[in-house]
C-alpha cells in the first residue's frame, strides 16, 4: 500500500492566539494589507536562486510522486510577496530538478474553507487514487480538516482538484481543541483496519499531535490520547510522522511497522519558527509515539537543519525506495525587501533521508538528481592549510556552486577545551562567541562562500574542535552569516550545531550548495547541516568568489575539493 506526503503548506506569518474565555476563536493573522495584493511591476534578479525551486514572482512556501510524476504544491500568493491571498500553487517534474508550471489546485470557495486552504499532506489510496487532506478556515476562523480528490484520474498532471461538499469538513475540533490552533494534517498510515493521521495542536504551552482514525478516510475519531505532545513547546504545526530502517539507507512506506524500525517524529514549532525531530518508538497497541532518551524532546532537541528551514514534509519516492525531505527556507531581509524585489521565499534541495548507524539520529544528503546540473569541475587535492592561510577555488562560478571538500586533521593534540559554562544544548551562541576569525587550536577551517574579492564581504561556512571530560571529542559546525553583506538592516545570525562523530580517521567532510542568496551546508556526509540565507553587495554574479580557509594553530590538510559550475534547471512558468 503505498503513502505519499505533500510537502506541508506552512502558516509561516500567521500568529494565533487562542479561546477566549467566552469559547470564540480569535485569531490574529499578521497581515499586511498595504502589501498583500501590491504586484511586482519589476521582479528583481539579483538574489534570485538558479538551482533552488522558486516561482517567477510573489511570496511561496511544499511533493508527492503518483504514476511517474513528481507534484509539488506550495502555499502562493498570486497578488504579491507577503503573506495572504494564499493559494496551492502546482508544479510537476519527472526528476524534482526541472518543473513546469500549472494552474493553482486549491483555492478557498467553499464555507469549510472561506477564510483559508492551509497546509495539508496528501495518501494514495489503495486503488491508486490520490487525497488530500488539508485545513480549511470556516467563516467562524475555526480551522477545520478538509480533503480534496483529483477531478479526472485519466490526466497524468492531476490539473484539477475537487472538494466535494459532502462530508467536508471531515474533521472538526471537538470542545477539548482549541480550534484557532489546530492545523496540518500529517500523512495518514494503514494499521489494524484503520487509517491514521496526525493533526498539530497546542493547550496552554504544550504542544500536541492529536491522533485521528478512520475505517473509510471520511469519518475520522479523535483517539483518547494524544500520537504525542510535549511541556513547554508551544504550537505545534506540520506533524510528521514516519519509520526509518533500523540500518540502511532504504525508504519506507509511511504504513511500515515492525521491530526492523524506528519512528521519526517531527514538529515545527511555531514559537521558534525551526523544524524539531525525535527518533523512538511506535507502541502499536497503545498507538502511541515514545521518543528514545537519547536527544532533548523540545526545543534544545535535534534538528533538521540549524538554519533557515521550517515547515518541512518528507514523502516516500517508490520509484527509487527512498524518503525524501523538502523544507521552507525564508527570507533575512524585510517584508519591504520582499515587495521591492518582487519575491520570497525558496525551497531547499530535496534531501533523502535516513536513519545514521547510531541510531540516534538521521542522516541527510541533497537527492542523486541534483548532480545532473554540475558542469565545469575543478579539483584541489593535497594542499596545506597553514594558519591563516587562504586558497582560492578559481575557474567556477562562485555564485553557483556545488563544492564538496574533506579536511584531514594531522593532529589532535592543539584542540582547546570546552569550558564547562558554555552550553551543549547551544550551538549557536557558542558560534557566535568563537566566529571565523577567532584563532583556535584545531579551527576554525571550512570554506568561505560568495567572498568578494578583498574579503569585505563572505559567508564562513567551519568546523572548530573542542575536547572535554564528558565526551573526547566536541565538533561545532557554523554557518556565520555576520559578515555576508554590507547591506545594513538584515538579519545575518551565526547558525550553528554539533557533529556527532568521533574523528577516528581524523578527516572532516563538508559539502555545501552555493546558489546566490541560499548556502546550504552538510557536514560529516550530512550528520548536521545549516542553510544560511544572505544578501551580498560585492560578492554577486561574476563577483562572488570561494575559497578554502584555516585560522587555527594546527595546519590542516586540504585532502580533496571538487567543486562544479551549477546549470540552471528548466522551470517552466
Known sequence: MAVLTLLSLA???ITFLGVNNNGQVEASHQLYPQFQSLTAINVLQLHRTAFHFQPPQNWINAPMYYNGIYHFFYQYNPKGAVWGNIIWGHSVSKDMIDWKALDPAIYPSRRFDKNGAWSGSATILPNNKPIILYTGVDPSDRQVQNYAVPANLSDPYLRKWIKPARLNPVVDPDQGVNASAFRDPSTAWWLNGHWRMAVGSKRNHRGIAYLYRSRDFFHWVKAKHPLHSAPHTGMWE???FYP??????????TS???KHVKHVLKVSLDVTRYDYYTVGTY??????YVPDN???DGWAGLRYDYGNFYASKTFFDPAKKRRVLWGWVNESDSTSDDVKKGWAGIQAIPRTVWLDPNQRQLMQWPIQELETLRGKNVQISHRMLKTGQHIEVEGITAAQVDVDVTFFIPSLDKVEPFNPSWSLTDA?????KKGSKVQGGVGPFGLLALASENLEEYTPVFFRIFKSSIKKHIVLLCSDARSSSLEGGLYKPPFAGFVDVDLADQKLSLRSLIDHSVVESFGAGGKTCITSRVYPTLAVLENAHLHAFNNGSQTIVLE???AWSMKKPLMMN
Request: glycine fraction near 12%; include cysteine; charge should be neutral.
Open 11 to 13: 502558516l509561516f506569518i
Open 238 to 240: 506540520c506533524p510528521d
Open 244 to 253: 526509518v530502517l533500523l540500518s540502511g539507507k532504504q525508504g519506507l512506506d
Open 256 to 258: 511500515v511497522v515492525g
Open 283 to 288: 507502541l502499536i497497541g497503545k498507538d502511541r
Open 294 to 296: 537519547t536527544s532533548v
Open 428 to 432: 549557536q551562541l557558542l558560534c557566535a
Open 560 to 562: 580533496n575539493l571538487n
